[in-house]
């Protein structure tokens, strides 16, 4: 058979790629019931002559599917705050995925979703890997990343936080208090946002002058055992920190419990600040000095990009970056007397 010039039909490209109907047409729609082989030969033929649709697409679903990189906390309540405060709006529902921390485990999900035909997919401090962006585009339908964990691809949108003022604003607050050793417990160093607060702790030093010491410096995990574990090493330390900037509110808590099992006070010798100022945060004894992220916020500004995205309408901003904001409670003071401590 001699291959048309114009864009095929399924029919067309099954004949030419000596597969049925049905094959290609799990292949156009993005279905994984088919082999890598298979699959590739009929992508080339469609790159080369191109597809024409026999009728019209089924319509997506009132649905908008909400991917977390990890379903844990108060994180994902006021993310899923957000989205369905704007899908409400527009009479939508709202799906929820928890990818248990690895986004690259199978396509099940992935699967999944598809099947259910969502208007558009958000997904939460996860980017998702190439073939799941590719499978996406192929039907046609929009992606945008809420607090990405690393840099988003040009052309898929994304709302974030301000991390790096974040980390300066928390830095400089212990700073102005008087604080000359400050320690600072970061998130994965894979993450965008840790390495963003992490900038801009050191960016606070610099501007004050402070040296900044290797040895105040430690990765964490962003959860609460692994902030005990960071905060227990730095203040068992021959010359232990005054402050510790914990860079999310969980590593905060451990930092607390650090403190208790050393007998130390908060904030009489110890000084802690913390990232996000989730809800359950303030009910800390004593209440929490935290950045605060504006997760819903950030959440409902992505769903509405979506939402133009899923109307063929431009959006006013394919990077959007919303500000963070100090919240002083009662865990930051000025510095105890050098002789302040008994272990």
Same mark, same amino acid.
């Given at each position: @058979?001699? #291959? ?8 067309? $490209? ?8 049905? /094959?290609?047409?799990? !292949?156009?729609?993005?279905? #994984? ?5 298979? %699959? ?7 790159? %080369?002559? =191109? ?25 994902? !309540?006021?993310?899923?705050? *957000? ?6 709006? +527009?009479?939508?529902?709202? =799906?929820? /995925? ?6 690259? #485990? ?9 099947? %259910? ?10 980017? $998702?890997?190439? +073939? ?32 790096? +003022? =974040? ?16 320690? &600072? ?29 290797? *040895? ?46 050393? *007998?130390?006070? &908060?904030?009489?010798?110890?000084? !802690?600040? =913390? ?20 997760? /819903?916020? @950030?959440?409902?500004?992505? /769903? ?15 990077? $959007? ?23």
């Amino acid at each position: @058979m001699t #291959a048309p010039s114009s864009p095929l039909t399924i029919a067309q $490209l099954a004949q030419l790629a000596g597969v049925s109907t049905a /094959t290609v047409s799990k !292949v156009v729609n993005g279905r #994984a019931e088919v082999s890598p082989e298979t %699959r590739a030969a009929v992508e080339e033929l469609i790159r %080369r002559h =191109g597809y024409r649709r026999q009728r019209r697409r089924s319509p997506p679903t009132t649905l908008i599917e909400l991917v977390f990189h990890a379903l844990e906390g108060d994180y994902p !309540v006021e993310i899923t705050k *957000g989205v369905t405060q704007i899908a409400h709006q +527009h009479h939508l529902l709202v =799906g929820i /995925t928890d990818l248990h921390h690895d986004p690259a #485990a199978g396509d099940t999900w992935i699967d999944a979703a598809l099947a %259910r035909r969502p208007t558009g997919v958000l997904a939460v401090f996860s980017g $998702l890997t190439d +073939h799941q962006h590719d499978r996406l585009a192929r039907r046609e339908i929009p992606l945008v990343l809420i607090d990405p964990a690393d840099a988003p691809a040009k052309t898929i949108p994304s709302v974030s936080a301000g991390n790096w +003022h =974040g980390g300066l604003t928390a830095t400089r607050h212990l700073i102005d208090l008087g604080h000359r050793r400050i320690a &600072i417990i970061t998130g994965p160093d894979a993450a965008l946002p840790s390495r963003a607060r992490l900038d801009g702790y050191r960016t606070a030093l610099d501007l004050a002058g402070l040296p900044t010491d290797p *040895g105040l410096i430690t990765g964490g995990d962003f959860l609460i055992e692994g902030g005990r574990t960071q905060a227990h090493h730095l203040l068992t330390q021959p010359d232990p920190p005054t402050a510790i900037f914990a860079t999310n509110d969980g590593q905060a808590i451990g930092v607390y419990h650090a403190a208790a099992q050393l *007998g130390l006070r &908060i904030p009489d010798d110890l000084s !802690v600040i =913390g990232f996000d100022d989730l809800p359950s945060i303030r009910w800390t004894i004593p209440p929490l000095t935290t950045i605060r992220q504006p997760l /819903t916020q @950030m959440a409902a500004a992505a /769903t509405t990009m979506l939402l133009h995205l899923a109307h063929h309408e431009p959006l006013p901003h394919h990077r $959007l970056e919303l500000a963070t904001e100090l919240v002083i409670r009662a865990s930051t003071a000025p510095p105890p007397h050098p002789r302040r401590r008994t272990r």
